[in-house]
């Protein structure tokens, strides 16, 4: 008869510690589904979606613990990534993401995460997502990109944002947000540059959209950006007819009035104009064509480009650059606070005596022909928890006779962008009016100009978030 086998006692521990390791995972897994229980959600699919939506951070991370796969489908396709991106829940999304959710995953309509939250204006997802390599070209059934998707609902936070990957579009979101009436969209969208090779811009496309949608605010924008060009009447055509077309008589009436008050100038604005950034010069079409002598201003810089002037790196550009002349305003406008609730907000008008007023969605701030187009109080998390780090709120507001947008947050001053700086370029014939936010490309950079001062023009570098001051070269 055999002896009895025995365990060696350090195969015994290790079995010992591994039964130990186990039950302690079972534990922590019960103890994360116990959790689960209390919190009022079963332990399935579809109620782990629904703490997602509801923004139950703490729960969705019970639900991990308990063993729920991070990218569980739903019926519809649909992953708890893209259900918290559609609701707005930047720190779920947050929470996933570090637990290795797939960014690229679409439903069965072809929605991804990434075109969920442009669509819902969840502006700290998107920028999450995008750090986490969603692509912003993709696209769902519809045809739809994020950008587009932001462009037609009126986001212009996410769609400032995204307009910087360079994935196209433009074009399409900028028709989109005509046909809404999005002024704030349409502002970011008309300063983007550069436009893919060959995407024309058709002026009178977007007059026709905005007109037939009866958006008068987005006609009196494009009137007022739209360059001086031999189509330029057939344009104005186009937006009449299909404002007519629709029976939106007060933009029938602005098209037929030929767009007075859109951003025309008198003489005496001319004249003011011409002292200020300096009398007379010499006008060209193009850059490197015969000089032609003309009554207009500078030609605007943004969105020009600059291809063959060598320029490399941002400390060149003093010596590329000369600021010629400058003439900074300021709206008199200073955002104090936005209330909880976004209901109101109190602003600060730089008069003679300073003074406080409340001001709601819709109404005229005093004094200025500008209008509050929007409100925001934006909560900002950190480390998924949720704690309000500081005020994060915004004023739009939408001057009535031009219909640009402009943004303020707590505490500074509002530039315009009427505020003007005239420029010239080595090897251009030619002198630019800069206005603050206008964009261009100088040899390799692409630019922007961040702030005009009175020292000088400050410029940054898009890419790199270098920036540089032009200064302001004075008369001797």
């Not at 007059?207 to 330029?232: D, F, K, S």
């Amino acid at each position: 008869m055999g002896k009895p086998w025995i365990w060696p006692w350090w195969q015994a521990l290790a079995a010992l510690a591994g039964l130990g390791l186990m039950a302690s995972c079972r534990n922590g897994e019960e103890r994360a589904r116990a959790g689960v229980l209390e919190a009022g959600y079963r332990f399935t699919i579809g109620d782990y979606h629904r703490a997602a939506a509801a923004g139950q951070g703490g729960v969705v991370e019970q639900f991990l613990g308990a063993g729920m796969q991070v990218d569980a489908v739903g019926p519809g396709g649909e992953t708890a990534l893209q259900v918290a991106a559609g609701r707005g829940q930047s720190h779920v999304v947050s929470r996933l993401l570090a637990a290795g959710a797939q960014v690229g995953w679409a439903d069965g309509q072809g929605v991804a995460a990434l075109l969920a939250a442009a669509e819902v204006g969840d502006e700290v997802s998107v920028a999450a997502l995008r750090a986490a390599g969603a692509d912003p070209a993709q696209r769902d059934e519809k045809g739809r990109t994020a950008l587009t998707a932001a462009a037609a609902a009126g986001h212009a936070g996410v769609v400032d944002l995204l307009l910087p990957e360079g994935a196209g579009g433009v074009e399409e979101a900028l028709q989109l947000a005509c046909q809404g009436g999005h002024t704030g969209v349409i502002d970011s969208l008309l300063r983007a540059e550069p436009r893919p090779a060959g995407e024309a811009r058709d002026w009178g496309k977007l007059l026709a959209a905005a007109g037939r949608g009866g958006h008068l605010a987005a006609v009196r924008l494009l009137a007022n950006r739209m360059p001086e060009a031999p189509q330029a009447e057939a344009w104005w055509r186009a937006g009449a007819a299909a404002a007519q077309a629709a029976g939106k008589g007060e933009v029938a009436a602005f098209f037929a009035s030929g767009g007075r008050g859109a951003g025309t100038e008198t003489a005496e604005e001319e004249a003011v104009a011409a002292a200020v950034i300096g009398a007379g010069g010499a006008e060209v079409s193009g850059a490197g064509e015969p000089l032609r002598k003309t009554a207009a201003r500078p030609g605007p810089l943004g969105g020009s480009r600059f291809p063959k002037v060598r320029c490399d790196a941002m400390a060149e550009l003093p010596k590329v650059l000369r600021m010629k002349a400058w003439e900074p305003r300021a709206w008199p406008v200073v955002l104090v606070d936005v209330a909880v609730g976004n209901e109101s907000a109190e602003v600060r008008l730089l008069e003679e005596p300073t003074r406080s007023v409340t001001l709601r969605v819709g109404e005229e701030i005093p004094g200025t022909g500008c209008v509050v187009e929007k409100l925001r109080r934006r909560r900002l998390y950190a480390d998924a928890a949720e704690t309000v780090l500081k005020n994060a709120s915004e004023l739009h507001f939408r001057r009535r006779d031009t219909g640009e947008v402009f943004v303020a947050v707590p505490g500074e001053p509002v530039l315009s962008k009427e505020s003007t700086a005239r420029l010239r370029i080595e090897g251009v014939e030619r002198e630019w009016a800069a206005g603050p936010g206008d964009e261009f490309r100088l040899g390799s950079l692409l630019l922007r100009v961040s702030a005009i001062e009175q020292a000088g023009l400050v410029l940054e570098n898009r890419l790199t978030r270098e920036t540089v001051q032009v200064p302001l070269e004075v008369p001797p």
